[in-house]
């Protein structure tokens, strides 16, 4: 747990925090390893670098005197315990320096080390996972697993262009630019679309001042010296372009996105990808309930992402569908949400009056299924694809296996499928896997008026007398409760005798006088009210305990004690605590609320006092 580091916004495992040393450093950042010896002017020191001034002092005298040169608001991080053992018989490095050192601190991790958490944490060796895409991607999670959230993780001698966002993606703050300075040496060229040796250019495709004035033939005819001078300025250049728009993509939330498309630069980085996919919970718990960006499915790793696989996770664990016995299954539409859409408003209408009878099934890839009381929910409103007619045999397995499941677990009447093309042989293939029969009322296209009207005819053939139906706004808000706080929740905030007000997707649920919960159309999630907060408690879900006193704004995480595990950021949370019970948004996943001694917890809507 760090004193000198805050973290201010997240996207996965990615996030953008400060170091708050003599310089503030935004992370994530690339350290110049040129600076770390410097006692006078660096914020970070290592002194690894500096074993001829210190070799006969054991790590706590050579801290203590580091600290005193640098000052207490430098990093210092501990000298490495790997040194050979002429090194290590003059200096004692097996056990860490004393914990009485003041100002922020920094380690190479190692579990000896958990009980004495430090502001930055190195991975050590990091370098040698270069292209070993499955033992750097579980040294990472290896090492979160057990470091304080509130801690820098740093990755010395790995980072380059092309592999920095997928590095930030997976969790690390920092890298530095060893390998930069390196490539230099030897006559590489970086670029954000890989290395180049010089004399494998034509031209420089860079305008920055190392590049401007010269070609790679000029540069070729420079003394060595100066040729390396030069470019150690343009790699740290792009080094540090790169690093600057990843924490635009953090910001803006779509670093995923700009990662998939980086990572098919390099084979190994595509598999970093699909390996932090497959740790479905790592990246998950890590990612926020929503954002305000748009979700673009473009590669096949977007069937993998977790806001997708959450999504249909819900839908199967959460999601309890209105009480009907007509199943209408839809094609999804360009335009969101889909009731929006030219061609959900010609079946809605040919629905007509029967449309109290049916449950409304959307298929569409990435998400697989979208029931139509949750097409407001975060990423099924959110989501572009690219369309070209064609599914692709993944796309066609995952929807198959969304509705397949659905199917197995709730029961229909009649199941009409009012579908064409891959969307009906699809259908057509979980009919023959399920043995459930479908009636299929689209002719050549879903929208042209032959097939409305068999949809219009097939719905007015179906016998209504003792067909469950239900109430269209009741059941969204219902739905929508349950996929957000879990099954149950839905009838215990919107109750029989509730009254909902405004038009929707800005329906409002009061209790008498009492508003219970809005529906947020932004992110289609529910905001509680104070009365919805006592509804769900019980469920104990959500929950956010906090130390003896009354909150007032945003809660900071030293005061909280306990926090729900399922808390993702940005989740609407109970807060509760012997003085107060409040809602509001967290700002930090539940076990980060735990682990963690600054920054924002959860910014708090209602309070009362008790």
């Known amino acids: 747990m760090s004193r000198?580091?805050?973290?201010?916004?997240?996207?996965?495992?990615?996030?953008?925090?400060?170091?708050?040393?003599?310089?503030?450093?935004?992370?994530?950042?690339?350290?110049?390893?040129?600076?770390?010896?410097?006692?006078?002017?660096?914020?970070?020191?290592?002194?690894?670098?500096?074993?001829?001034?210190?070799?006969?002092?054991?790590?706590?005298?050579?801290?203590?005197?580091?600290?005193?040169?640098?000052?207490?608001?430098?990093?210092?991080?501990?000298?490495?315990?790997n040194y050979p053992p002429q090194i290590s018989e003059k200096c004692d490095l097996s056990k860490p320096a004393n914990e009485k050192i003041e100002g922020p601190l920094g380690i190479a991790f190692s579990e000896d080390d958990s009980k004495f958490p430090k502001d930055?944490?190195?991975?050590?060796?990091?370098?040698?996972?270069?292209?070993?895409?499955?033992?750097?991607?579980?040294?990472?999670?290896?090492?979160?697993?057990?470091?304080?959230?509130?801690?820098?993780?740093?990755?010395?001698?790995?980072?380059?262009?092309?592999?920095?966002?997928?590095?930030?993606?997976?969790?690390?703050?920092?890298?530095?630019?060893?390998?930069?300075?390196?490539?230099?040496?030897?006559?590489?060229?970086?670029?954000?679309?890989?290395?180049?040796?010089?004399?494998?250019?034509?031209?420089?495709?860079?305008?920055?001042?190392?590049?401007?004035?010269?070609?790679?033939?000029?540069?070729?005819?420079?003394?060595?010296?100066?040729?390396?001078?030069?470019?150690?300025?343009?790699?740290?250049?792009?080094?540090?372009?790169?690093?600057?728009?990843?924490?635009?993509?953090?910001?803006?939330?779509?670093?995923?996105?700009?990662?998939?498309?980086?990572?098919?630069?390099?084979?190994?980085?595509?598999?970093?990808?699909?390996h932090a996919d497959s740790e479905y919970y790592y990246i998950e718990s890590r990612t926020p309930i929503s954002r305000r960006a748009t979700l673009l499915a473009t590669t096949s790793e977007s069937l993998t992402r977790c806001e997708v696989v959450r999504f249909a996770k819900r839908i199967q664990q959460r999601y309890i569908p209105p009480e009907k016995d007509i199943l209408l299954l839809l094609p999804c539409s360009a335009k969101k949400p889909y009731s929006t859409s030219l061609s959900h408003s010609k079946f809605i209408r040919a629905m007509g009056k029967n449309r109290k009878y049916v449950q409304e099934m959307i298929l569409t890839s990435p998400m697989g299924i979208v029931p139509r009381e949750l097409e407001i929910v975060y990423p099924a409103a959110h989501y572009d694809t690219t369309v070209t007619g064609y599914w692709d045999a993944e796309e066609r397995k995952w929807v198959e296996s969304c509705l397949e499941n659905f199917l197995e677990n709730h029961n229909y009447k009649h199941i009409i499928a009012h579908v064409d093309g891959d969307y009906r042989e699809i259908c057509e293939d979980v009919a023959r896997k399920t043995g459930i029969e479908f009636v299929y009322t689209a002719e050549d296209s879903c929208t042209d008026a032959t097939s409305l009207k068999k949809l219009e005819n097939t719905l007015n053939e179906i016998e209504t007398e003792g067909l469950r139906k239900g109430d269209w706004r009741r059941d969204t808000l219902r739905a929508i409760a349950d996929y957000q706080f879990g099954s149950g929740a839905g009838k215990l905030l919107v109750q029989e005798s509730d009254k909902i007000k405004a038009p929707y997707p800005k329906h409002q649920v009061f209790a008498g006088k009492m508003q219970v919960t809005t529906l947020v159309p932004q992110y289609g999630s529910l905001a509680l009210g104070l009365e919805g907060a006592k509804r769900i408690i019980g469920m104990k879900r959500y929950i956010v305990h906090i130390d003896d006193f009354v909150p007032k704004g945003s809660i900071l995480a030293p005061g909280i004690t306990d926090a729900d595990p399922d808390i993702r950021p940005l989740d609407e949370v109970i807060v509760v605590g012997k003085k107060a019970i409040g809602v509001g948004r967290a700002f930090m996943g539940g076990k980060e609320m735990k682990e963690s001694v600054r920054g924002v917890a959860v910014d708090l809507r209602h309070v009362k006092k008790l």
């Open 4 to 81: 000198f580091f805050e973290v201010h916004q997240r996207d996965g495992a990615g996030r953008i925090g400060t170091l708050m040393l003599k310089d503030r450093i935004i992370t994530p950042t690339v350290l110049d390893v040129r600076q770390f010896g410097d006692l006078e002017n660096s914020s970070i020191i290592y002194p690894g670098n500096l074993w001829g001034m210190y070799r006969l002092k054991d790590t706590t005298a050579l801290m203590e005197e580091i600290r005193e040169k640098a000052g207490k608001d430098v990093l210092i991080i501990y000298p490495s315990r």
């Open 120 to 274: 930055l944490y190195i991975l050590d060796g990091a370098g040698t996972f270069d292209n070993k895409s499955r033992k750097l991607f579980e040294r990472i999670v290896e090492i979160r697993k057990q470091i304080p959230p509130d801690s820098v993780l740093y990755a010395p001698n790995i980072g380059t262009p092309e592999n920095i966002s997928m590095l930030i993606f997976l969790g690390i703050d920092a890298v530095d630019n060893t390998k930069a300075l390196v490539a230099a040496g030897s006559n590489i060229y970086f670029t954000s679309a890989g290395a180049f040796h010089l004399d494998s250019l034509t031209e420089l495709p860079c305008a920055c001042p190392a590049c401007k004035d010269h070609s790679p033939a000029s540069l070729l005819e420079l003394r060595a010296e100066e040729r390396k001078a030069l470019l150690e300025i343009h790699n740290n250049a792009i080094l540090e372009s790169e690093i600057s728009l990843c924490r635009e993509m953090i910001r803006k939330g779509i670093l995923r996105e700009y990662v998939e498309g980086k990572c098919r630069i390099q084979p190994w980085l595509t598999a970093l990808l699909r």
